[in-house]
Structure formats: structure tokens, C-alpha cells
């Protein structure tokens, strides 16, 4: 039994370390805050934690697959000004609703919540300032169609 | 122990075929009247805590932060922030903007749904 308990441990270890995102860092890449597109705003998707980090839920924003929430990366797409949906599901679908202006930023953080059989990925806006800290460690792992 | 794991494997196929049933925050549907540039805006003197909120995620309004007044509804004037975000939540979260009438905040208006949240209890904002 021992043995098994530990050789769980090991192997939820090595998925969660494997799950968790590689690319350059935030602060390596330096991207623009805004978009260069004009009448565009710019939205950071980033995922700042390990928790839960198999699960890797495809971010849906109006419908349209942008990326992935994976533990400790990030992407961002610009998108004309106006109204935003951001969907993410596991076991359950969880979206987050915002809007976004010309030339301005959001930032939608990723977090896991405890489900019932398995995590909830959920999208949370956050202010620019709590983004821009916790982005940092994040690594770029690109749109989902580029 | 082998009786036990089967318990669970057999409810998760059954609670795995059900959708979950998530909390929603109650929203009325509401007319908005844009006052573009209206060049109105309210400053908080002091922090503002909002306990009543939908599913219990409490909310805190900024001290010092600024709240440009945008349009109308029905309800009350409606307040933009300038320099935080604010949201309502329960399984889902929605950007939320301040519903205002005579210096009271009496709920909060949904962008994106087009809806209102009303407070069962109005809060007296502390406006500079």
C-alpha cells in the first residue's frame, strides 16, 4: 500500500511538472500592454499556479478557441472594442463576462477551484496592477491558431 | 477498501453523467441610456465593504478610487470604475459597474448582460 501511495505521489508529481508551460517568460518576451491595431484592446490570458496543472482546459472567448489554460503560461489576442465571454470547462463549463475599449488591456487569471471528481478551471478578471505582478513568472505559449 | 472503490467508481459514472448544477447570479434585464463624456465622476474617501452580494463573494470598493458616471438605467445612474475592477460571481463571474441613486448604492449593473443586480440594502456611499 506504502508503495502505491508513493508511486502515486511520484507520478501526479511528474504529470503536474510536464503539464506546466516552458516557453519564454513574461518578462523575456516583454510584449506591448496594447494593441497596435487600432480600434483593437489587448487581453493577457495567464495561469500563475501548478494547482491542478493536468488539466488544461481549452479557453473559448466568444465562441472562438484562443488557447489553453496551462499552469504558469500565458498568451494574449487583440480583439475589437466591445463585449467578451471567456469560457473555460472541466467538469463544468465556468465563464467570466468584461468588456473591452480601444487601446486599453485586460487581464483574465486562470485558477483552480476543487471539483468534484476532478479541478474547475475558472477565469477571473483581475486589475492591471495584480495582472501585471503575477504575469511575470508566467511563459508565452502562444495562440491557439498561430 | 475494494468495496469502497467501487462505491466510488460507480458514482462517478453516475454523477458523471449529470450536469452540474451551477449557482447563478439573479439579474433583471434593463434599459441602458449612454451619457457619453459626461465628464461626471464620484471619488471614494473611504473604503467601501459589500457583504450582500450574490453567493457570499464579498466585494470591496477602493479607497481613494474613481467612478465615472457613463449612462442610466432606470434604477439609478451608473458608475464606471476608473482604477479597479469590480465584478459580481457565484459559478460564473460578470464585470460589474456601480448602480447609484442619491449618494446610495442600490446595486450593479451588468455590462455585458444588460442586467441588474439589486442589493436588498441600500449602502451610503462615503463620496468625496
Known amino acids: 500500500m506504502k508503495r502505491f501511495i508513493k508511486s502515486f505521489i511520484l507520478i501526479s508529481l511528474a504529470i503536474s511538472m510536464s503539464a506546466c508551460a516552458t516557453g519564454a517568460k513574461f518578462t523575456e518576451v516583454q510584449p506591448d500592454l496594447v494593441s497596435e491595431k487600432q480600434e483593437h484592446g489587448r487581453i493577457f490570458f495567464y495561469r500563475p499556479s501548478s494547482l491542478g496543472a493536468a488539466l488544461q482546459p481549452d479557453v473559448l472567448l466568444n465562441g472562438e478557441k484562443v488557447g489553453e489554460a496551462i499552469s504558469w503560461g500565458f ?72 | 477498501m475494494q468495496r469502497s472503490f467501487a462505491l466510488l467508481i460507480l458514482m462517478g459514472f453516475i454523477f458523471g453523467g449529470c450536469a452540474f448544477d451551477v449557482a447563478h447570479v439573479t439579474y433583471h434585464p434593463t434599459v441602458f441610456t449612454a451619457q457619453p463624456q459626461s465628464g461626471k465622476s464620484i471619488a471614494l474617501k ?58 446610495s448604492m442600490v446595486g450593479f449593473y451588468l455590462p455585458v448582460e444588460k442586467g441588474f443586480v439589486e442589493l436588498s440594502k441600500e449602502i451610503n456611499l462615503p463620496i468625496e
Not at chain 1, 98 to 126: A, M, N, Q
Not at chain 1, 134 to 145: F, L, R, S, V
Request: charged fraction near 20%; proline fraction near 3%.
Open chain 1, 75 to 146: 498568451f494574449y489576442v487583440d480583439r475589437p472594442a466591445g463585449t467578451y465571454t471567456c469560457v473555460t470547462s472541466t467538469e463544468v463549463k465556468r465563464k467570466v463576462s468584461f468588456t473591452l475599449e480601444e487601446g486599453k488591456t485586460r487581464f483574465v487569471r486562470f485558477s483552480t477551484s476543487i471539483g468534484f471528481f476532478v479541478g474547475h478551471v475558472y477565469g477571473e478578471l483581475v486589475d492591471e496592477s495584480i495582472g501585471m505582478s503575477e504575469i511575470k513568472d508566467c511563459h508565452y505559449i502562444g495562440q491557439a491558431n498561430q
Open chain 2, 46 to 103: 473611504e473604503e467601501v465593504k459589500i457583504t450582500q452580494t450574490p453567493c457570499g463573494y464579498h466585494r470591496t470598493l477602493k479607497q481613494g478610487s474613481n467612478w465615472d458616471l457613463i449612462g442610466s438605467i432606470p434604477e439609478g445612474n451608473v458608475y464606471k470604475p476608473r482604477d479597479q475592477v469590480l465584478t459580481v460571481e457565484c459559478s460564473n463571474i460578470y464585470e460589474a459597474y456601480l448602480v447609484v441613486m442619491n449618494q
